[in-house]
């Protein structure tokens, strides 16, 4: 066994890596025959998933070996090598065993024990069948990784340690809540209907939804999703519409979960703008405070912060703008200059100030956060580009304060829309969580969260099953490895034999045929007698680590055809794979 990993994921590499070196359907499958146009490779098989993207390979050169995987993974990622390199792990033998049984258990997974990965570990031996390139090893190898996570599922207690990442992601949304009271009434989009939106949609039934709306680019997988959340007993409310209808349903929904195969951005922050925005109308503008009505004084304001800031005039932004922004900079002691934050006064800054103009939700003030959205309507730019900074300003103090998961301090029940983005590279606009009235989670703030979760006890009897299975199986492997040269060798033997009967045929013609028989059997139990010992041994030594040698040894000692030990290992081969079928 010569099994060779080279990959990458959310441990190794930070997300926005992995999401520029996912791959898509069609990559996949050139990736695989390419694997297997390249020299040092036999047999592939590639999992990729949100969180990692590995090239499982059976090879005949370590170091070419490395060297070739993972130059194809950087060409089919679209990512330079260069730049891939620092971020990849290369896992060999036994190794690489260790790491696929891990993974299927979901000891490497973002949320521990999660179970997801199971199914995906299938489909990508599935598709190694398909396209033919997964052989007697790859078969094996994965077809046991899917027995060892059954295996750990059923026997430890490791789903406590962990869940799906979807309901991770509920329970983000939710902050403090419990999930189902978070989501009780609520209506839910679910844009994509492969098996991670399939898994999202039905997550939001059992959790207490009312209401789920299905949309994607094929019409009847959406439709198909939702009959089977109809008939699923939730009592959830469920229908299918078109990717061109995602802009209305933004409108009328709390909740989007978002999981496609999408190359580009599903949701842009205007499209989540213009939703939150939907039926509302702008606020009164306050006066100006005294002092900062009259030209002379804006004029002195401006050079105040052109000073502050080292930048040269622009365009002044709006009085009413300006007068807000001063107010809060005598509340607060910050001045905000397009970007930079300045302190103009002294005594203590105050973390939690106000937005200069207007579009923060005030702390205590749920009714207001949760219809923060109609302070957006009829704000200018330089408005929008004031309350950036502001956010921008509150984003850095939170990055000073424990994580909490997020990309926003909102509380959970007074957001407008909830959005959890599954997909990797990413379907929503990063740039919405400065939308007021709006949360997102996506990957990357999953992964921060996860790093703080605690791990269950047992996780340990995990680790313990996976120790046991991959010693199991290199032992398997390596005695595999010996046996068409054993084959081969009582193959030999019995054609000895055979020939020496017939030489005797020819000596002894009066022999009747109970005689020959007796002398024929005679001949092969004293072979079988002599070759037992040492076959049986030999097996026995070639399980060990180390043991593989022993094949070439009896070999050399039996002078055995090389020609006949592969074709005995081809047909071997042929029959595992033909009794394999499909991934189970």
């Avoid at 397009?338 to 939690?352: E, K, L, M, S």
């Avoid at 030594?541 to 030990?565: C, I, K, N, Q, W």
């Amino acid at each position: 066994m010569s099994l060779l990993v080279v990959g990458l994921s959310h441990r190794s590499a930070p997300v926005s890596v992995l999401e520029r070196a996912s791959l898509s359907a069609d990559a996949k499958v050139k990736l695989l025959h390419d694997t297997l146009a390249a020299e040092p490779a036999a047999e592939a098989a590639v999992l990729a998933t949100c969180n990692r993207i590995e090239l499982y390979a059976d090879v005949d050169k370590f170091h070419a070996g490395v060297a070739e995987l993972s130059t194809l993974l950087a060409q089919h990622s679209g990512v330079a090598l260069e730049e891939l390199t620092p971020y990849l792990y290369v896992h060999y033998e036994d190794r690489a065993v260790h790491h696929l049984f891990s993974v299927a258990c979901g000891l490497d997974s973002m949320v521990v024990g999660e179970g997801q990965i199971l199914g995906q570990i299938k489909d990508a031996l599935a598709l190694g069948q398909e396209q033919h390139t997964a052989g007697r090893l790859i078969n094996d190898l994965f077809q046991q990784a899917l027995r060892v996570g059954k295996r750990a599922h059923s026997e430890t207690g490791i789903d406590r340690a962990g869940q799906s990442l979807v309901t991770f992601g509920l329970e983000q949304l939710a902050v403090h809540l419990p999930v189902g009271e978070w989501a009780a009434g609520k209506r839910a989009l679910v844009i994509g209907a492969g098996s991670m939106s399939s898994l999202a949609a039905a997550t939001l039934a059992r959790v207490g939804v009312a209401e789920i709306v299905v949309a994607n680019r094929t019409a009847d997988r959406a439709e198909r999703l939702a009959e089977i959340l109809v008939a699923s007993g939730t009592g959830v409310a469920a229908s299918a519409v078109g990717m061109a209808a995602v802009a209305d349903e933004l409108t009328r929904v709390d909740v989007v979960v978002s999981c496609t195969g999408a190359t580009g951005l599903v949701l842009s922050a205007d499209d989540v703008l213009a939703a939150v925005s939907w039926g509302s109308a702008p606020d009164p503008a306050p006066q100006s405070p005294a002092g900062l009505d009259d030209a002379a004084g804006l004029e002195d304001l401006g050079s105040a912060m052109d000073s502050a800031s080292g930048v040269t005039a622009g365009p002044a932004p709006d009085a009413e703008v300006v007068a807000r922004l001063v107010a809060a900079a005598r509340d607060g002691g910050r001045l905000a200059d397009a970007g930079a934050a300045r302190t103009i006064t002294a005594g203590a800054v105050v973390d939690r100030d106000g937005c200069p103009v207007g579009l923060d939700a005030p702390a205590g003030d749920p009714a207001r956060a949760a219809d923060g959205r109609s302070a957006l309507t009829g704000v200018d730019a330089n408005s929008l580009e004031l309350h950036g900074t502001w956010a921008d300003q509150g984003e850095a103090a939170a990055q000073r304060q424990p994580r909490r998961g997020t990309r926003t301090q909102a509380d959970g029940a007074a957001v407008r829309l909830a959005l959890l983005d599954l997909a990797m590279p990413r379907d929503i606009d990063a740039a919405v969580h400065r939308i007021p009235g709006v949360r997102l989670v996506d990957i990357e703030s999953l992964a921060e969260a996860s790093a703080d979760a605690p791990m269950a006890a047992d996780v340990d009897a995990v680790r313990a099953i996976v120790a046991g299975e991959v010693a199991a199986f290199g032992a398997a492997q390596r005695a595999a490895h010996i046996t068409p040269t054993v084959v081969a060798l009582r193959a030999m033997a019995a054609e000895v034999v055979a020939m020496e009967v017939a030489r005797l045929d020819g000596r002894v013609p009066d022999l009747d045929e109970r005689q020959r028989a007796e002398v024929t059997q005679t001949v092969r139990r004293v072979v079988d007698k002599l070759l037992h010992a040492p076959t049986v041994r030999v097996k026995q030594l070639a399980s060990e680590p180390g043991g593989a040698g022993y094949a070439d040894a009896l070999r050399e000692l039996f002078d055995l055809d090389p020609l006949t030990v592969a074709s005995v290992s081809r047909a071997d081969a042929a029959d595992k794979n033909d009794d394999s079928g499909r991934a189970s």
